[in-house]
């Protein structure tokens, strides 16, 4: 299971990679204004920024709504950095924008995915990656965690290539049922990644390893 962090904060970024455990980073319009980072030259450098703390996929997302537009945004991106995965809108544009770049072996994702037939079309179309947004579903009652089994089975059935990114992860519950569905991807804050370390019998273990070593020296 792939980890990506889900966040525009340089920092963050950092000490997801300086633990050893990140594959990549996903970014999106608000995560990038969250930071401050606006206008279209300073997002760019914020990019490359971002892909010179990591070793893996940097997701960097269209504003285009339109099958132009988004290819046009979508070749300047990936023109940045081979890490750069275009992230386009799950709209019939989009898909048709996926397509685009499929064929010229750019890396897709495709995002605001809330149902299994969108994420049948974005494997049609060829995308790297597709990103249900399970914290989005379950804030309107809706099974998130039930929609990426339904689309692990369909993938599953057809052999698709399209990578499952469990997307608007919220907690550490989040990223352990995914890894049970057998999401192929999980993108989340720092903070439930981070959530996945604790345990209170380790910490007693080693508060008592040390102290039995202290005795003994
Ligand atoms: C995914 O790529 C999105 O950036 C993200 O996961 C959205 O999460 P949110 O619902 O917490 O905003």
Do not use: W
């Not at 995914?178 to 999401?183: R, W």
């Not at 990644?193 to 273990?205: F, N, W």
């Amino acid at each position: 299971m792939k980890f990506f962090i889900d966040t525009a904060n340089l920092d963050q970024i950092k000490e997801a990679q300086a633990l050893g455990i990140l594959d990549g980073v996903t970014t999106n319009p608000s995560l990038m204004a969250k930071e401050g980072i606006t206008g279209a030259t300073n997002i760019l450098q914020h990019y490359k920024d971002i892909c010179k703390l990591v070793d893996g996929d940097v997701s960097a997302e269209v504003i285009a709504t339109d099958f132009e537009g988004m290819v046009r945004e979508g070749e300047a991106l990936a023109a940045l950095n081979p890490q750069i995965v275009v992230k386009l809108p799950m709209i019939a544009d989009g898909v048709k924008a996926c397509k685009y770049f499929s064929d010229k072996g750019i890396k897709t994702n495709m995002t605001l995915v809330f149902s299994a037939g969108q994420a049948l079309l974005a494997a049609k179309a060829g995308a790297t990656y597709m990103s249900p947004f399970i914290g989005r579903l379950d804030d309107i009652s809706t099974d998130g965690l039930g929609l990426i089994a339904e689309i692990r089975l369909i993938y599953d059935n057809y052999g698709f290539d399209t990578q499952i990114l469990a997307a608007s992860v919220r907690h550490t519950m989040h990223i352990m049922d995914c890894a049970k569905i057998g999401a192929d991807v999980m993108t989340g804050p720092l903070k439930a990644i981070k959530g996945l370390l604790k345990h209170p019998l380790t910490d007693i273990g080693l508060a008592k390893f040390l102290e039995d070593y202290k005795k003994g020296n």
